[in-house]
Each structure stands twice: as C-alpha cells, then as structure tokens.
C-alpha cells in the first residue's frame, strides 16, 4: 500500500480546523482513542480551553494490513458519560471497527450526545466522522509515528 506522510504542522493545522468545527458542537468531554487518537486529543482539550478529556484503548491492528476480526477495549473509560456531549477523537477511521465499538461504548456510559473527529477518513469506512480533514486511500505515517522525527517542510 502507498505511504502518505504528514507532518507536525500539516497535523497541527488539521487539529486547529477539528476545533474550530468542534467550537460551535460545545463537548464537554474528549474521549482519546490510543494510541494514535491521544496527541490531537490532548490538543483539542488544550484549544477548546480545558475541556476535560478521558481516554480509551482498543487493540485491533497487529502490523499494516493484519487485524483481528474485531477491536477489543483493552483500557476501559474511568467513571461515567452520563448527560454528557462527547466528542470521541482518533487518528483515522480507516474499517471504522474501532470508533464503532467506542461509540457503543460511550452510549452505554450514558453519553446525551455524541460526535466523532478524525484527522483522517478512508473513503470504505463504515463510520464517516462527523469531522475530518483528510481522505485518502494510502497508509498514513503521522509525524509522532517516526523514529527519529523528521521534520518535512
Ligand atoms: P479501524 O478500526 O478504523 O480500521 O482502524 C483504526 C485504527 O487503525 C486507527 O486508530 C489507527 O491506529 C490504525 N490505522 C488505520 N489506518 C491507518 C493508517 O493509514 N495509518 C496509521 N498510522 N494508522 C492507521
């Protein structure tokens, strides 16, 4: 499969467009997704002025290409959604396995509301985030996945 790199301010960028989206949908809880979901979760807790975020971790890839037949929840989200507008951030929606079993997960702690932003959607995924900013059918490598970070102007 093609490889499409992003960099620290491609991503930082998309980040900053996720929340002004996310501005007007007025979360009161993230829902980080790891590992890939975590840095810009962290960074739209951070923009939207502190809002609180929780996190979750679901195992589902095992290399490029080879997964199980569906995500497992292997860091549960601590305490309770009730009454609450959730916004569930990843990296990618790429089968939309993953972000299905998370938004199942949120509904059954109670969640009032819920919204999904990914930095990035495959065009065959099952779950269309309610926001993105990139489409593409190759693999991504995001910036915080290389070693040793390369900065690509
Ligand atoms: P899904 O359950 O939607 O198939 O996959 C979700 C997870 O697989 C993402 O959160 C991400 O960690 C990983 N993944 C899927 N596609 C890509 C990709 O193109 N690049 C990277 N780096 N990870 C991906």
Redesign the pocket.
């Known amino acids: 499969m093609d490889k499409v790199y992003l960099t620290w301010w491609q991503v930082d960028r998309a980040i900053f467009s996720l929340a002004d989206k996310l501005r007007e949908y007025k979360p009161d809880v993230i829902v980080g997704?790891a590992r890939?979901?975590l840095i810009p979760a962290v960074r739209l807790s951070h923009i939207l002025g502190d809002i609180e975020l929780k996190i979750i971790d679901v195992k589902?890839?095992t290399d490029i290409n080879e997964h199980a037949e569906m995500?497992k929840i292997t860091i549960p989200i601590y305490g309770d959604l009730k009454d609450k507008r959730v916004v569930i951030v990843?990296?990618?929606?790429?089968?939309?396995?993953?972000?299905q079993v998370v938004i199942n997960e949120v509904k059954r702690l109670g969640a009032k509301e819920i919204k999904v932003a990914c930095l990035a959607m495959k065009p065959w995924?099952s779950v269309v985030p309610d926001f993105y900013v990139f489409r593409t059918d190759k693999?991504?490598?995001?910036p915080w996945?290389e070693f040793p970070v390369v900065v690509r102007e």
Not at 90 to 99: A, E, F, N
Not at 139 to 142: D, M, T
């Open positions: 997704i890939g979901g589902f890839y995500p990843d990296d990618v929606s790429d089968t939309g396995k993953t972000l995924t693999w991504i490598v995001f996945e």
